[in-house]
Structure formats: C-alpha cells, structure tokens
DNA sequence: CTGGGGAAGGGGCCC
DNA sequence: CGGGCCCCTTCCCCA
C-alpha cells in the first residue's frame, strides 16, 4: 500500500517547505474541518486491493448486531441498521453514514465540530448495554426469552466473536477501539493549519508540523545532526554502528534500513561475504 | 546503484 | 475506552 494512500498530497513540485517564511509563524495544532467527503471517498482503496473475502459490502456494525450464528434472524433479512428500517433506496453507503464515525472522533479532539448530524444510532452502539438494546430492538425473538437469559447469551455472544469491520475497506478488527483507530485512517481528522494536509491522528499532525516549523528535537549524540523524528534518528544511529541491524542470511552483510537488506536482496546476492 | 535522510502510516502498549 | 506515545516499517528523494 503506497504510504500517501491515507493523505492527499499537494501537487506543488517543491517538495521542502520553505522554513524560512514559517519560523515566525508557529502553526497551532488546532484541528480545521476534515477534507470533504469527495476527497475522503477518492482515498478509500478499490475493493480489488482488499481482502478479498471481504466483497460483500457490509455495514460496519453488522457483525456486531448480527452474530454469525445467530439462530433467530432468518439469512434474507437486511442488515440490522436501524436505517434499515428507512426504505433502502440503495445498497452503498449514506453521506451520513460515512461522516458518522468522524464525527464522533473529531468531538474527541479540539477539531470544532461540525453541526452535528442526528447521531446514526452505528455508533449509539459503542457502549454494550447499548449494543444489547440495538439488539434487543432488532431481534424481537429475544424478548420471548426470559431477558436473563437472552442477556447472559447476548453478553456471551458479543465477547466471544467480537467482529468490527471497517465500512470502508470492510478490514476487520477484535475490538471497537481498533477499528475506530482504523477509520480515522480514511477520515483523516487532523488537518495541518498551514497547508492542509490531513492526517489520521494527531501526533502524526505534529510530526508534520515539525516539517513547517523545522524543529528536530531527537539529536544523534555521536554526530551533530539532529532528526524531527525519532524513528529517523534511530535509523542515523544504525549509520554510526560497524554491524549495523539487517543482516542478509546469505552473505552476512549489514545493513541500516530494512529496506536497503530488501533492496540487496531483491539485485541478487552474491552469496559471499562483502 | 547504493546508502542515507525525510516524511508518513499503522499496530501495540500504557496511563 | 480514548489519547498519547513508542516502535517498526515503507516509500520517496537525493547525494
């Protein structure tokens, strides 16, 4: 997956900042309004380069509010949204189903919220006892149970086939954290104040910054360079090391970078010894 | 071509 | 459960 899949790249050809111009100005991490959805929807990877057992389009919450085996809900039912219960005009996926998750996670932070939507009840379902009501709502076989019971097998239910899957790229995660943590990666919440590149989190927005603002504060202690980042520093340290991290199997040479072993390999290693 | 730097993405862990 | 941080990894660009 190309590393700019997640961030829609200006098109400006100078690549470097001009740092200059930004040393007076120190951009705040204030959050501004996602991307539009145009943009959002652009990011979102064709289906051809998902799991491909993840071709039917799912509501994310699906696999929660319906158990795999759950015996009460005959196969030709719809999914259990409660928009289903709204005439289905059509299989894809509402603008404000796409924004629902986003918006929950820019009240999370400093990002001024946008008006809010009436809240999809998707995500009225994050807490279990309002999972249990959806599902109560949608199984209406389970108020025929005694309601010890059908909690006890709801509750058993839920925690042992916990199933979230992205409504995006239908990627599927053991937790409800996780997979919010993943659809920030198509919402891209945090958006630079300087130049409007949008990130999944926020301190991957403040590691851009550092990219306006020039501030490098991991320094080498062998050298005087000095690396916004940490994982760059780490890997200039490996520059400084005689055995270096990433050893080829076949000839015993070292390497900095995981990716220069790959690179070594991928030419053809002559085998001895460099 | 190779090595190194810069930038960024994502999962895991801890509080 | 969410935010922040750590760590690893990848890709692009350049010398």
Redesign the pocket.
């Not at 690396?227 to 760059?232: E, H």
């Given at each position: 997956?190309?590393?700019?899949?997640?961030?829609r790249k200006p098109t400006d050809p100078n690549?470097?900042?001009n740092y200059s111009e930004l040393q007076d100005s120190s951009p705040e991490l204030t959050f501004q309004q996602p991307y539009d959805q145009a943009h959002l929807l652009a990011a979102i990877p064709p289906p051809e380069v998902l799991n491909p057992t993840a071709s039917l389009p799912t509501l994310i919450w699906d696999s929660v509010l319906v158990p795999l085996t759950q015996p009460l809900r005959p196969a030709s039912l719809q999914p259990l949204h409660p928009a289903s219960l709204q005439p289905q005009e059509s299989p894809s996926p509402k603008a404000a189903e796409l924004t629902s998750l986003s918006d929950e996670?820019s009240g999370?932070?400093s990002q001024p919220p946008s008006p809010p939507s009436p809240a999809p009840s998707s995500f009225s379902s994050?807490?279990?006892s309002s999972l249990e009501a959806e599902a109560c709502a949608a199984f209406p076989g389970l108020g025929q149970l005694p309601k010890q019971l059908a909690g006890l097998s709801m509750a058993k239910d839920l925690q042992c086939r916990k199933a979230f899957n992205c409504k995006y790229c239908n990627k599927e995660y053991l937790?409800?954290?996780?997979l919010?943590?993943?659809i920030r990666?198509h919402t891209l919440p945090c958006v630079c104040a300087t130049c409007g590149?949008a990130?999944?989190?926020?301190?991957?927005l403040?590691?851009?910054v550092?990219?306006h603002t020039g501030e490098k504060p991991f320094s080498c202690s062998h050298c005087s360079?000095a690396?916004?980042?940490?994982?760059?520093l780490?890997?200039?340290l490996q520059?400084h090391s005689d055995v270096k991290k990433y050893r080829c199997k076949t000839c015993s040479r070292t390497?900095?970078?995981?990716?220069?072993l790959?690179?070594?390999q991928e030419?053809g290693c002559s085998g001895g010894p460099h």
């Open positions: 997956m190309p590393r700019s899949f997640l961030v690549r470097k900042p996670d999370k932070g994050a807490s279990t937790s409800l954290g996780a919010k943590m993943h990666s590149k990130f999944s989190r926020p301190w991957l403040q590691g851009h550092r990219t360079r690396f916004a980042d940490r994982s760059n780490r890997a200039h520059t390497f900095s970078r995981m990716s220069l790959h690179k070594h030419s």
